[in-house]
């Protein structure tokens, strides 16, 4: 459907884009993740068409876009694109959204049977007479994927579309792009910060930094297993432990730490100085002893910190390593944990990840 | 001097009331030239400004800067250039527009083309970028996409487009040296305050000037309405 090969983008000398290769099935749901500024938008307005890039080719379906003489315009009128900040014209939301027919040259009651159709998939029936720009955040929202929608696309692209709404809003516009997804078999490429919205929505993500692509996987491959340092302190497997793998055992790496030996899963033989990436999550805390002397996983911590992190209890450990174990408000409250206290930390060596240094 | 208004407001009032045929003529004539000029600028300046403002090219905040240096160009400079260039031996010579209306018409429109072109640039530079983006992204050709953001940025190019008018309908430069001031010809409200007040006449100037100032509050007033119909 959608391939990018090598592609890079520079802007008066500096590198927006570099050596990014992605491709995007028909029917897919792409997530391009990264902190701000890492290249997501750049890479979707490449994408959509809106600009050039500087080096590498583009293809759409069958057209090498890169290689000159295309007909962008009807390219462009495959696709459509929503922006974090949606843009409002004047007039009722039905002008809003009839826009894209009307260039199409759609008019009259095909264009009014398609507004009020593509209306009423994104929640706001009866919003046609309203004026656009008496609508709020989420609405406008909605109604700007509306105008993306009403020409039935084959690639939706959405650019940090929850990026400035509130949660409701947000769940609200997450099913509309679930909806186009299912009912209209719309490819979707979206850019988002949001982690779990990534995760919620998306088949594949692509996660972005400094302008590269790091790693492409599914979620729970981006999430469970990092590819580098960088990827796994993004995507929140905040421990990131330095060590020398000692030995291999039966799928198991044995990494020596300054804080002891731990124990990882692995899929293949490493060797080296590693990074083991461990989830906060995947930490159990208790006030027993940390088991034997010396067994793997099994840490001797005390408590340097806490804070919350929603409904759960982020709490800062110094393990002969800083560690951070995510728990419960309700185990918090039984270990009555605070800062100072001796506690016992331990983890499944299928819940760490190995990162072998580049 | 209160007196002089006070007989000046008198006058205007029995000048307008009467329907003094020379006063409606020469208002009359001054209208229709006055809007003719910013018709016709309006034509040229709202695609020629919407152009630049769609496209990128080498020297375009040079031609900018030079388009609003024009913006305040004195009415005598154009008055003189365009009667240098319609004079019997200027290039525009055979078309005979020196001391005709269709001669200040041309002035008038010179006079304000950079006015109108560079607010229309202006204006729809500064519409959201993201009109410009989402126009491009649905699929608008060139024309579609400057149509759409000109019906945008209506309200602004009104505002620009009185502008011009006010500046056409008040200048006097280009309408002495190119109509000349024939009466029953070429005489219009500010042509004619001029040529008054060199007489003595301060009672008929300053009628007039209340005319040429009632008309332009006119315009503006419906303009206004327009506008707030519009937005409402």
């Known amino acids: 459907m959608i391939r990018c090969e090598r592609v890079g983008w520079e802007i008066e000398g500096k590198t927006v884009l570099d050596d990014i290769s992605l491709t995007v099935g028909q029917g897919e749901v792409l997530g391009l993740i990264g902190p701000s500024g890492s290249g997501k938008s750049s890479l979707i307005r490449i994408m959509d068409l809106l600009v050039t890039p500087t080096s590498g080719r583009l293809w759409i379906d069958s057209t090498e876009v890169t290689a000159g003489r295309v007909d962008l315009v009807g390219l462009r009128r495959r696709m459509g694109i929503v922006f974090h900040r949606p843009a409002v014209f004047s007039g009722d939301v039905r002008r809003n959204v009839s826009i894209g027919l009307g260039l199409r040259g759609i008019r009259g009651d095909d264009a009014r049977l398609l507004v009020e159709e593509t209306l009423e998939m994104v929640g706001l029936a009866g919003f046609g007479p309203r004026r656009a720009s008496s609508l709020s955040g989420g609405e406008l929202q909605r109604v700007a994927i509306a105008r993306s929608l009403v020409t039935r696309p084959t690639v939706l692209f959405l650019d940090e579309p929850t990026a400035n709404l509130d949660p409701l809003s947000t769940r609200v516009v997450e099913d509309v792009v679930r909806k186009a997804r299912s009912d209209l078999g719309t490819t979707i490429v979206m850019a988002t910060h949001d982690l779990d919205q990534g995760q919620r929505l998306c088949d594949r993500l692509a996660v972005m930094a400094a302008g590269r692509l790091v790693q492409v996987g599914s979620p729970p491959e981006i999430f469970y297993r990092p590819g580098t340092s960088e990827v796994a302190r993004f995507v929140g497997a905040g421990n990131l432990v330095e060590g020398t793998v000692e030995r291999m055992d039966r799928g198991v790496a044995f990494v020596r730490t300054t804080g002891g030996l731990l124990a990882v899963a692995v899929h293949a033989p490493v060797s080296g100085t590693v990074t083991v990436a461990i989830r906060p999550e995947e930490i159990v805390l208790s006030r027993g002893p940390a088991g034997p002397a010396g067994s793997p996983n099994h840490l001797s911590c005390r408590v340097t910190g806490v804070d919350t992190d929603g409904p759960l209890v982020r709490v800062h450990l110094d393990c002969g390593f800083p560690l951070i174990a995510l728990v419960r408000r309700l185990t918090f409250v039984a270990l009555a944990l605070e800062p100072g206290q001796e506690v016992s930390a331990a983890f499944d060596p299928n819940g760490a990840h190995l990162i072998a240094r580049a | ?232």
Request: glycine content about 10%; some cysteine.
């Open chain 2, 1 to 232: 001097m209160v007196n002089e208004i006070l007989d000046g407001l008198t006058k205007a009032a029995e000048l307008i009331i009467t329907l003094d045929p020379e006063v409606i003529e020469i208002t009359t004539r001054t209208l229709v030239i006055s809007l003719s000029s910013t018709l016709l600028a309006t034509l040229i300046a709202v695609p020629a400004g919407g152009a630049i403002s769609l496209s990128e090219f080498r020297g375009r905040r040079a031609l900018l800067f030079l388009i609003q240096t024009l913006y305040s160009v004195p009415t005598v400079i154009v008055g003189l250039l365009l009667f240098l260039l319609c004079s019997s031996s200027g290039p525009l010579g055979p078309l005979r527009l020196l001391f005709t209306p269709t001669g200040m018409v041309l002035g008038q429109t010179l006079l304000i083309l950079p006015i109108l072109l560079g607010l229309t640039v202006t204006t729809l530079d500064g519409l959201d970028r993201g009109l410009h983006d989402t126009l491009v992204s649905l699929g608008a050709t060139w024309s579609q996409r400057l149509l759409l953001l000109l019906r945008e940025a209506r309200f602004a190019l009104l505002a620009a487009v009185t502008l011009g008018f006010g500046r056409a309908i008040s200048e006097v430069g280009v309408a002495i040296m190119i109509g000349g001031n024939i009466r029953g010809y070429t005489r219009v409200l500010t042509t004619a305050i001029s040529l008054e007040t060199s007489m003595g006449n301060i009672s008929l100037s300053l009628a007039l000037g209340i005319i040429l100032l009632a008309l332009a509050l006119v315009v503006n007033l419906g303009v206004n309405l327009l506008q707030g119909g519009g937005r409402r």
